[in-house]
């Protein structure tokens, strides 16, 4: 009957196992959670074996199993490598949700659950289109390896280390990418390019110990008010961060690709109601989506430290721990940027104060060429599965594996996430568009047929 006629008549069936997938809280972060990570991946194993796929572990010592299969068996044809993450960000503020996070449900056309468009239902879109070849046709016409990591979320450690050892068991021509959003409802979109992070945990430490502020207020380093200090010393009044030689090797967009940028719908007041903001300040001289998409930047996450129980204590801590980290665009690199803004933070800190930087995850930025030919395929797909030609967009977020691809598989990965931009990726209510799912199972079904050749 055809592969797309197949996933047709499936819809249901696939939107019950993505809820089942779903009830998994493999939360990669919480140590509380190894347990449901490592069913979501036996969960994952057993599926791709079910679809026909040869499927393994990858066990990442310490860390989160990969999922791993392959299906070898197109014999002088292309090899497709398809990577997603099956871990998922943690669930909190609860109280914000309405429906549990781990209880799938649908309201209209929507399924909420934490993961369900970040990232476990964009790699089940793939997983199905993958099922629509295998199961109505025996076969699938080019090569495929699927690649699912634990880890994404807590910045892919184990298989940056694994693939600079393990590169040649992901040989391929290309890659293909479902993790991200759509720039806007009903427009396909493919990106060109993610920002890199630098993740940095800052401990400040004064006082042997914790101190009466009464007593001693006034005459003793005060880690809380020196984090302050350093935070604020790390951008200047027009937004630039202040680390030395951040933007030496800051690479300008080609002016076709600004002007692109600039053809894009885009209105201001739009940005700050899907925020929730009231300005949208950042590094003066740049639109907004250069600040999101082609300029670094530095954000601080949280301090933990002191007194922040309610109601008052009188306390100067002994130590306080920021969480700061810096989205890196092409040609900065991560470990570069470590030693310089590590030394910048120890400038910054006021007499009697120590600090210590910890990087807790690092991964470089990526470009894509949009001319190359498996994303010209997926821009013809993209007219006939969404009825649009694709816009070329960045995105400001990381995905740091697709940076290993570009450098060691040396293969271009096609970005065309089925997302939309009001999903909560990250916060409450996370919920992924099923009219998108099943569009993003035909999308794949096709652009496998067209670069199969
Ligand atoms: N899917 C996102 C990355 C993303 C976000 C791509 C928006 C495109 C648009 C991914 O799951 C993610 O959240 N990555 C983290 C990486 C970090 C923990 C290393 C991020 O960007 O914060
Ligand atoms: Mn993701
Ligand atoms: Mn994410």
């Keep these: 009957m055809g592969a797309l006629d197949y996933a047709r008549q499936h819809r249901a069936r696939f939107v019950d196992e993505l809820k089942a997938l779903l009830r998994i ?3 990669s972060t919480l140590p509380d959670h190894r347990n449901d990570i490592l069913q979501a991946a036996d969960w994952l194993l057993a599926h791709l074996r079910e679809l026909g796929m040869t499927a393994e572990l990858i066990p990442l010592n310490g860390g989160h199993p990969m999922v791993y299969a392959q299906w070898m068996q197109a014999p002088n044809r292309p090899t497709v490598l398809f990577y997603g993450h099956y871990d998922v960000q943690p669930v909190d503020p609860l109280a914000e949700w309405t429906s549990p996070p781990f209880e799938p449900t649908q309201r209209g056309e929507d399924l909420f659950a934490r993961g369900a468009r970040d990232d476990k239902g964009q790699i089940f879109a793939i997983l199905k289109a993958l099922e629509a070849y295998l199961k109505d046709a025996g076969r699938l016409p080019l090569n495929v390896k699927v690649l699912i990591e634990g880890e994404e979320e807590i910045g892919s450690p184990g298989i940056s280390r694994w693939m600079d050892r393990h590169a040649r068991k992901l040989a391929c021509n290309m890659a293909w990418v479902s993790d991200g959003p759509m720039y806007a409802r009903d ?7 993610l920002r890199g992070l630098l993740y940095t945990e800052v401990e400040v430490r004064g006082p042997a110990h914790d101190l009466h502020s009464g007593i001693y207020g006034g005459a003793v380093p005060n880690p809380v008010n020196a984090v302050a200090t350093i935070i604020a010393g790390l951008k200047d009044r027009r937004g630039r961060v202040t680390v030395p030689r951040f933007y030496a090797s800051v690479r300008d967009p080609s002016p076709e690709e600004k002007a692109s940028w600039e053809r894009l719908p885009f209105r201001e007041e739009e940005f700050m109601r899907e925020t929730g903001s009231t300005a949208a300040p950042g590094e003066e001289g740049f639109s907004i989506l250069e600040r999101r998409w082609s300029r670094p930047t530095l954000d601080a996450h949280g301090i933990a430290g002191g007194w922040t129980g309610e109601g008052s204590k009188t306390v100067i801590p002994a130590k306080v721990v920021a969480k700061i980290s810096m989205r890196l665009v092409p040609d900065q690199r991560a470990k570069t940027v470590l030693r310089a803004f590590e030394k910048k933070v120890k400038q910054l800190a006021p007499p009697g104060i120590e600090v210590e930087v910890r990087e807790l995850a690092g991964g470089d930025p990526v470009l894509v060429m949009p001319t190359v030919a498996p994303i010209q395929a997926a821009a013809r797909v ?27 598989l040396k293969v271009p990965t096609v970005l065309f996430g089925f997302g939309l931009p009001d999903d909560n990726t990250h916060g409450p209510n996370e919920k992924f568009h099923l009219p998108n799912f099943h569009r993003g199972i035909e999308t794949v079904i096709q652009w496998v047929e067209q670069v199969a050749g």
């Design 25 to 27: 809280p493999s939360i």
């Design 187 to 193: 427009q396909p979109s493919i990106l060109t390019g």
């Design 382 to 408: 993209a007219r006939a599965v969404w009825g649009a030609d694709p816009v070329y967009v960045r995105e400001g977020g990381s995905i740091p594996p697709v940076t290993k691809f570009d450098r060691l």
